[in-house]
Structures are given as structure tokens and as C-alpha cells.
């Protein structure tokens, strides 16, 4: 078996080094919103998150939650999410829930 030569082996380190830091990358989502407890049990909920996809990419994402507390077990809710950049996407969700 050959050995390396120190330009060779630096030349091979430097490669694994930019292999690695195309594949790996920290992602983290923040968020900031607020959440409001309201008169006759409701509580509302609204936040924006950033998405940091990569270096190119970063989605917005906003939430508006509305939930109505009817009776111990029964909430009703409210949901709509938007997230945009390139595609608008819009989602929305309305149902009743039962806890048990």
C-alpha cells in the first residue's frame, strides 16, 4: 500500500470538509406569537414561523387558532395556516372535538 503525501492527504481532507457541510446543515424553525385567553372560555392563538428549508429557501408561515370550550369535554375549533413564498398555501380546518 502507497502512503499519502501531505498535498494529497490536506487535498482529501478539504474535499470530506465540503462534502460534509453541503449534507449537513442546522435547521431551526423560531416562532413568535401570542396567545390570548378570552371571556367564556375561548382562547386564540397567532404566530408566524419562519422556515429555513436552506440557504436559498425560506418559507413564511402564518397561524391563526380560535378554540371555543363548550362544555368539559366538547371544544370547538378554528384553524388557518398560510405559508408563503413561492406557492401560496392556504389551510384551513373547522370541527368540534371531544376529549375522553
Known sequence: MK??????????IM???LMI?????ILFNPQIGMMIYEVLNMK????????FINNEHIY????IEH?????????LYFNLEKID????LLNYD???????
Request: glycine letters at 4%; charged letters at 20%; one cysteine or more.
Open 60 to 63: 413564511d408561515k402564518y397561524v
Open 3 to 12: 502512503k499519502m503525501s501531505g498535498k494529497h492527504y490536506y487535498t482529501m
Open 94 to 100: 373547522f370541527g368540534l372535538k371531544y376529549l375522553f
Open 85 to 88: 413564498k413561492c406557492n401560496n
Open 67 to 75: 378554540n371555543i370550550f363548550i362544555h368539559k369535554n366538547y371544544t
Open 15 to 17: 474535499v470530506l470538509r
Open 21 to 25: 457541510k453541503s449534507f449537513y446543515h
Open 44 to 51: 386564540s392563538l397567532f404566530y408566524y414561523q419562519p422556515y
